[in-house]
């Protein structure tokens, strides 16, 4: 099988240098240009010392025809407003696009106007866009040219409703949802928020009614449900580099036992290699899932608010993106999911 050629555009951000990371063990894909348009010209070990004698090319410039030239497909982790102009001109070139950033992910111009406050997307290529949740749009990824990869707290947290919703056993407006991140999700820039005399030994919420993950974890499950979703999200921070909890708090629509929602999950998720459904009375950790792509679950039904609880983890790095966009590539190729990511988590 040839190699398939990769670009990754935004490189020098914590989700461009994990892309390279996971994409150097894959058997199916060489990496033939790194990108950045701040550093151009410089080495990528420069920035990311971890890579010397791994990888020392040099940065090169956002440049649509030298991509076309290199490449056959494109990970954009570039911030938001970048990859709106950006992907239609790669997709024109004939490239195949997955894109880490926000950017497509809404269907709704004017939600992301809103949100992210940044000008939409042109409405063509937001329709044209796959969300690629794997466990549960994977179908529609298959043979796609174009991925729009999921935030990371949607993608905990979706994949801690989906059973739910797809089956119609929750209410879809009961959802609460407590989340907390590391520190890498706010990505490489400084910042007073990530500045360690500030965060050390601290644990605060964000963004409070307020983050942009909002609409598109309303939108999913809106999808799944049949009806509108609306949900109260809150974000926070801890002083861990890598690592999602969400907490979710969900009203049934009907009476069910803890051992049927257990059947549901593990029903839904059969043969999805990345999703692990924990025992009964057994919840998980952040560090179960350190540098993998799994997302662990674990569920508890309150019999007495008759509330269920639901509980699941990723590294927001890997599973959160760079991991999802290998996966989804995977299923873009028609190559098995698992292919370059089949290992085990980083434990202690």
Not at 248 to 269: G, M, T, W
């Amino acid at each position: 099988m040839s190699q398939v050629r990769a670009a990754i555009v935004g490189a020098t951000g914590y989700g461009g240098a994990e892309t390279i990371r996971l994409l150097l063990a894959h058997p199916h894909v060489a990496i033939t240009s790194v990108v950045s348009s701040s550093n151009a010209g410089a080495s990528i070990a420069e920035g990311f010392p971890h890579l010397n004698g791994i990888l020392t090319d040099k940065l090169d410039a956002v440049d649509v025809d030298l991509l076309k030239e290199k490449a056959d497909v494109v990970f954009l982790a570039t911030p938001h407003g970048i990859s709106s102009e950006l992907s239609p001109k790669l997709l024109d070139a004939g490239l195949k696009v997955i894109d880490i950033s926000g950017d497509f992910r809404l269907k709704n111009g004017e939600d992301y106007e809103q949100w992210y406050k940044h000008k939409p997307a042109d409405p063509a290529y937001i329709d044209k866009a796959v969300y690629g949740l794997s466990e549960v749009f994977g179908d529609d990824v298959k043979g796609t040219d174009f991925v729009s990869n999921p935030g990371c707290y949607p993608t905990a947290t979706a994949l801690g409703l989906a059973p739910l919703a797809a089956h119609r056993w929750i209410d879809p407006k009961s959802i609460i949802v407590d989340a907390k991140s590391g520190v890498s999700g706010a990505g490489r820039g400084l910042s007073l928020t990530v500045h360690y005399s500030e965060m050390n030994e601290n644990f605060l919420a964000y963004k409070v009614n307020k983050h942009q993950h909002t609409p598109e974890i309303e939108q999913t499950i809106s999808r799944l449900a049949g009806e509108e979703a609306v949900i109260t999200f809150t974000t926070h921070l801890v002083p861990m580099t890598r690592g999602i909890l969400s907490t979710i708090y969900v009203n049934l629509k009907e009476a069910r036992s803890e051992d049927e929602i257990f059947a549901l999950f593990r029903s839904y998720y059969e043969g999805r290699r990345f999703v692990r459904i924990l025992e009964k009375g057994k919840f998980p950790a952040t560090k179960q899932v350190l540098g993998s792509n799994y997302c662990d679950i674990g569920l508890s039904l309150d019999s007495r608010t008759g509330r269920l609880t639901v509980i699941s983890v990723i590294d927001n790095v890997v599973k959160g993106a760079a991991g999802q966009a290998i996966q989804n590539l995977n299923l873009m190729m028609g190559w098995d999911e698992g292919t370059g990511l089949a290992f085990s988590p980083v434990y202690p």
